[in-house]
Structure formats: C-alpha cells, structure tokens
C-alpha cells in the first residue's frame, strides 16, 4: 500500500547549521502530492510546504524542498538552523483521487540547540 | 476570516464514561473536514473524513464515531472511553472542490484528553 517513510525520529543539531529531514514515499500512483506540515510545542499542525511538481524547489519561510519522483523523495532542507525550528515535522502523501485521506510519515521532531 | 473552534480546550474523563467532542469552522462553506487523534508525542491519525453533511467515512474507528450534523460542525464521541483514548484529538477543514490531493488542511487548536 502506499506509505510515508521518515527515517529519523530525532535530529539534534546546533544552531546555525543546515538542516535536512528526510522523506521518502511508496505509491503506485503516477502524480502524487507531498506536504510537509510543522507542529510546534502544544501548537497544532501547519502546512509548511507542498509540491505536485517534479524536480521543482518550493520554498517557504527559509525551508525548501524539491518533489523528485524518480527516487519517491521529498526531502526537507534549511541552510542554516535557528533556534525556534525546534518543532515537530510531518511529511505526508495524497494523491488527486486520494479518498480525502493524507497518509502521514512518522513525524521527525528537530532540536535545534544554541 | 474563517475560524476553527474545538471543544472543550481539555477534558479528563474516567475510563468507561462517554465523551463528546465538538470541531466549528466559521468562515469557510462546505469545508471538508476531517478528525485527528495524536498519541502524546506520537504520530498523527487521521479517523475520520466529511465531505458533506450527513456524511461521515471512517479511517481508523479506535472504537469511536463521528457525525456532521450542520455543514459547519463536526462532532466525535464514543459511549465508553478506554485508557487509549488518551491524546491531543485534532479537527481539520479543507476546501471542498479542489481535488482531495491539492487540499491543504487547516487544524484547529485541538482538544487534550486523559482518561484515567
């Protein structure tokens, strides 16, 4: 079935350095949509970025990521860590006749230390 | 604007009482919306999904069901409540009509449950 795979549950790193959470995703579906979504401490989840579009960057709020489905990857980047990106990571999967389900990664919660 | 209210904010319940939690979205008509249970410091699980009125598709039960009784309500419950239950319980709305894979969910500021 499909699924959402994110290998690291926690990432610890010091500020200032980059940062890279990693998404990997399994469908038999040619055009799926990858999200990554950010929940900080007793905070409820956001959208942070999405993409549909193979092998383009999309950025927002200093993060980016690029949809390369020839490796099913979605893969969150920063060039560099601040402090208040400590929060909680999701990547999720969805596909144009997706049934209104988001099948989600196990989540990565990032520490970011000074 | 459009705005999410979930109900109560927390609630402490005793294992094999009932519970009734309720998701209004204001702002927004004929959202789809969508029930969520986090484990404490688990992942998220989607349960339910509601595309209209009357209409409610489970996902994963956990021994819980879910109505939509107004186009702007959403409402989860269970008669007995198990030690399980215990989590963060989110509501989600997205816009209907453009398509399920493009739909960004908006999450409500979620309810805390312990069940003791």
């Known amino acids: 079935g499909d699924s959402v795979t994110q290998t690291e549950g926690l990432v610890t790193l010091t500020e200032g350095l980059p940062v890279m959470l990693n998404c990997t995703y399994q469908?038999?579906?040619?055009?799926?949509?990858l999200f990554w979504y950010v929940q900080h401490l007793n905070e409820s989840p956001r959208l942070l970025l999405k993409?549909?579009?193979d092998n383009k960057r999309t950025e927002h709020q200093g993060f980016h990521a690029t949809l390369h489905k020839s490796s099913s990857s979605f893969h969150l980047q920063k060039s560099s860590a601040q402090l208040s990106d400590s929060a909680l990571y999701y990547c999720?999967?969805?596909?144009?006749?997706?049934?209104?389900?988001?099948?989600w990664g196990s989540g990565t919660k990032l520490i970011i230390k000074p | 604007a459009q705005t999410i209210h979930q109900w109560p904010v927390a609630e402490i319940k005793a294992v094999g009482s009932p519970l009734s939690l309720g998701c209004t979205i204001k702002?927004?008509?004929?959202?789809?919306l969508y029930w969520y249970w986090q484990a404490t410091g688990g992942t998220l699980q989607q349960l339910f999904y509601s595309i209209t009125v009357g209409q409610v598709e489970s996902v994963v039960q956990l021994n819980l069901s879910a109505s939509r009784p107004k186009d702007d309500q959403f409402i989860l419950s269970t008669e007995k409540l198990l030690l399980s239950h215990s989590g963060f319980y989110l509501c989600a709305w997205s816009l209907r009509g453009q398509g399920a894979g493009q739909d960004t969910q908006y999450f409500g500021p979620g309810t805390r449950l312990l069940v003791l």
């Open positions: 993409s549909f579009t």
């Open positions: 702002g927004k008509s004929s959202p789809n």
């Open positions: 469908t038999i579906y040619s055009n799926p949509f």
């Open positions: 999720a999967l969805s596909f144009l006749d997706s049934n209104y389900q988001l099948i």
